[in-house]
């Protein structure tokens, strides 16, 4: 097996992506020790942010063109969302990403009226098409949507993050491009995780967590820069297996001990959320990662020992296998008694509901919360929104939008894990066993948070794949040595 090995002094773009994370760790301490008005230091924390991750930059990058630069910037800014520097301007809130993402598309918009911006040889044809369905059947969505507003807020969202799926692919096609994206998830990480850390041992927390309005005996429990425990525990359960493929493929033993702690500390931090989708998610990612690494021989003897031992347990507790699916016929909960499993089931049926009402088109987009709120068929005590982000895809925008989301999930699986057992090139088999364990983890840990659309590591690991599958499509060959 060949390793990499890492020069942290000759990648450029770790340097700069290190010092912005530094920068965002300091204004992160002037934040909580800040005694002048909130809004100011906000907006000078912010000001001063964006112009010292510029100037990283313009010194560090000057071999790479600005659309690249502020593209960079753009993903590893969106792994803090709204929780730092974030301050509220009117109607809107202005956080880092999003000043950085405006100025991509201007650049990208600017360049291809010029002609200099395309997809070139494009081999996710499907993937790109999908999506950009996806938006425009969103907007036809308005069209029988309760509430135009919400709808709008959603679409805005849906917007962006297929916006990065485009910019990643017409400005992102070599190896060493794909490298630094792998970088910039790693560094982001490692922050979110000391952020994290801060929030469990000074039982302090970022505004916009919701643990500051609970008891003090759940100050403890860590948020990062999330909303609640939940949307990081997700987080940290993808973010693990890039950890796990740089640990594997780092010959540096420096790196290999760091990258061992990183995943120590994920897995202590998920443990203290409590959040059961999450250790699902890791659970089933982790078994299969083993599972893959075994034997032809051994897998096929462990499918069968699997199957015999499924249909051991069906047969002997098929009682309760057919009192859970009887709960799925009707509504014979007790309102006052009702636990989250309970109402995760009536979630579940109010979804199905919704699609039957709609003839299969869906409710429209964001109007899913809407119609929990005010048209739901199953009792949910005051949960109104989907908690499954496999269902809020169903029933916001019907059956044809997520099949065709299933089907690229599919795709993107299937594809790495053929190119993983062919490649030679260690870089690229890093790489794609990272995605393909992280897409794996996600389609069990998204049933945690209330709703995925606003966790913009989403996007940016849907992002990250497309493109990246696009590269190896246009491979001529597999690269058999580590440049």
């Not at 890492?6 to 020790?33: G, P, R, T």
Request: glycine fraction near 8%; proline fraction near 2%.
């Amino acid at each position: 097996m060949e390793y990499i090995k890492v020069k942290f002094k000759e990648n450029l773009l770790f340097q700069i992506l290190s010092s912005v994370a530094l920068s965002i760790l300091f204004f992160l301490a002037l934040h909580v020790l800040g005694t002048s008005s909130l809004l100011n230091l906000d907006i000078l924390l912010l000001g001063i942010g964006l112009l010292m991750a510029v100037g990283f930059a313009a010194f560090f990058l000057k071999g790479l063109h600005w659309e690249h630069v502020f593209l960079y910037l753009f993903i590893a800014t969106s792994f803090l969302g709204a929780g730092i520097l974030s301050v509220n301007v009117g109607p809107f809130s202005l956080f880092p990403y999003r000043l950085f993402f405006v100025l991509s598309l201007a650049i990208f918009i600017y360049q291809f009226l010029k002609g200099q911006a395309r997809i070139y040889n494009s081999k996710v044809k499907f993937q790109l098409l999908f999506f950009y369905s996806w938006l425009g059947y969103g907007f036809i969505s308005l069209l029988w949507a309760k509430s135009i507003t919400e709808g709008i807020k959603y679409l805005i969202l849906l917007f962006i993050g297929i916006a990065l799926i485009t910019l990643v692919n017409v400005y992102f096609t070599k190896r060493l491009q794909y490298l630094n994206l792998f970088y910039i998830w790693i560094i982001m990480t490692v922050v979110l995780i000391g952020i994290g850390l801060w929030n469990h041992f000074t039982r302090q927390h970022l505004a916009i967590s919701t643990i500051n309005t609970l008891p003090e005996h759940v100050q403890g429990v860590p948020t990062a820069v999330f909303v609640n425990q939940n949307d990081y525990a997700v987080f940290l359960s993808i973010g693990i297996f890039f950890f796990i493929s740089f640990l594997k493929y780092s010959q540096n033993q420096y790196v290999k001990l760091a990258n061992l702690a990183m995943i120590g500390l994920s897995l202590y931090l998920i443990y203290l959320t409590s959040s059961r989708a999450s250790m699902l998610g890791l659970g089933v990612g982790l078994a299969l990662y083993v599972f893959m690494h075994f034997r032809p021989k051994l897998k096929k003897f462990l499918i069968l020992l699997g199957g015999i031992g499924a249909a051991v347990i069906l047969v002997l507790f098929s009682g309760r296998v057919f009192s859970v699916l009887e709960k799925f016929k009707g509504e014979d909960f007790d309102p006052d008694n009702m636990g989250s499993t309970q109402i995760r089931i009536n979630l579940t049926k109010n979804a199905f509901h919704f699609i039957g009402d709609t003839l299969g088109f869906g409710v429209g987009a964001g109007n899913s919360q809407v119609y929990l709120e005010s048209y739901s068929a199953y009792f949910t005590r005051g949960i109104y929104k989907m908690h499954n982000w496999w269902l809020e895809i169903f029933s916001n925008f019907g059956v044809i939008i997520f099949v065709g989301y299933v089907l690229v999930f599919a795709v993107l699986i299937v594809s790495f894990y053929r190119f993983w057992k062919q490649t030679d090139d260690s870089v690229e088999k890093m790489i794609a066993e990272a995605l393909l364990f992280s897409l794996i983890t996600f389609i069990p840990a998204s049933i945690s948070p209330s709703s995925v659309s606003n966790l913009f590591f989403h996007w940016v690991l849907i992002a990250f794949s497309i493109g990246f599958l696009n590269y190896i499509r246009n491979k001529p060959t597999f690269r058999s040595r580590v440049n």
